[in-house]
């Protein structure tokens, strides 16, 4: 009885998978495959059957026993050239996964190469734009201030010229915070020396930074890319971690750059930041710069030990 049940399970199996394997020839290449492979289980069903008869009646399957040979053959020929099919589905899911993954790169590149495009066109209609016709005020004034006599109003137009001033300052910084000029025409070492002494001119947190790098040029998406990422991470520190110290280096790697970033602020339990606070601090923002670059971010802190980063980018 147990037999009988068990070639009876066993037939239900191979049915069962040859159903499951012509279902994937719908959905899958190499569909052949799959076909071989239904038809060898359903041989095997077949001898299941024939074992079956023979516990419940007088059915002698000796009698095609070259039979069952030829068709054992044929289920060995069918499961292997199936199976070696198999890998070449294997190989085409690969492929096709690769040029996910390359089409998601170019895609990424394309986005940062225009978000930067944006940030230059804007930090130009800045800066020869607006800053222009605030200069011709400023002139304006000054030359009402040689006319006018009396000192109320002369005071009053020296306010006014010290506001025109500052507002043209701070179109400077605007545009050049959108797009460092630096950056595009002396590359990325000398832009993150010249924003690095900014902040160390506050003297609000010191900022020790060493490079591998004197002039030496890259293509300019790793430079731009290298740059946003470190400026992002200093603006981190400066908004949350209360620090008082950032080392940043720049090393030579063969055919890659490696940056080590490290701050002796607060830290932070990385694992229990939520997506929408990773997002907030710019973390995915970085990842996705990074990973554009076919390179590694890689983010540390601990509680009271301060934060660490290391990123390496293939030149």
């Known amino acids: 009885m147990l037999l009988q049940f068990a070639l009876v399970l066993a037939m239900l199996l191979q049915v ?26 359903i041989i095997m069903a077949i001898r299941m059957l024939v074992e ?11 009698t095609f026993r070259e039979v069952f040979v030829w068709l054992g053959v044929a289920v060995s020929f069918f499961f292997a050239v199936g199976v070696f099919l198999i890998q070449k589905i294997f190989k085409y899911m690969k492929k096709v996964e690769q040029e996910k993954r390359d089409m998601e790169k170019t895609l990424l590149n394309a986005i940062i190469q225009a978000e930067e495009t944006e940030r230059k066109r804007f930090a130009k209609d800045l800066h020869d734009g607006l800053g222009p016709i605030l200069s011709t005020i400023k002139m304006s004034l000054s030359s009402l201030t040689r006319i006018e006599k009396d000192d109320q109003t002369k005071k009053i137009l020296r306010n006014t010229d010290m506001v025109i001033d500052e507002a043209i300052k701070s ?117 996705t710069r990074i990973n554009s670059l076919n390179g590694s971010f890689n983010l540390t802190s601990e509680k009271e030990k301060g934060t660490k980063a290391s990123i390496i980018v293939p030149v």
């Open 171 to 287: 179109i400077r910084e605007i545009s050049n915070n959108l797009s460092p000029h630096i950056l595009n025409n002396f590359g990325l070492n000398k832009a993150m020396r010249n924003f690095i002494n900014k902040i160390n001119y506050s003297d609000t947190i010191k900022i020790k930074f060493s490079s591998a790098f004197e002039d030496e040029r890259f293509d300019s998406n790793t430079e731009v890319v290298l740059y946003r990422v470190l400026c992002e991470l200093i603006n981190n520190t400066i908004k949350h971690a209360e620090a008082t110290l950032i080392s940043i280096s720049l090393e030579k790697s063969p055919g890659k750059i490696a940056c080590s970033y490290k701050d002796n602020g607060k830290g932070f339990d990385i694992n229990k930041l939520s997506p929408t606070q990773h997002s907030g601090m710019g973390y995915s923002n970085m990842v």
């Open 16 to 41: 069962f998978a040859a159903g499951v394997s012509i279902k994937l020839t719908r959905v899958t290449k190499y569909n052949v495959s799959w076909m071989l492979i239904s038809a060898g289980f």
């Open 52 to 62: 079956f008869l023979t516990t419940i009646s007088d059915f002698a399957p000796q």
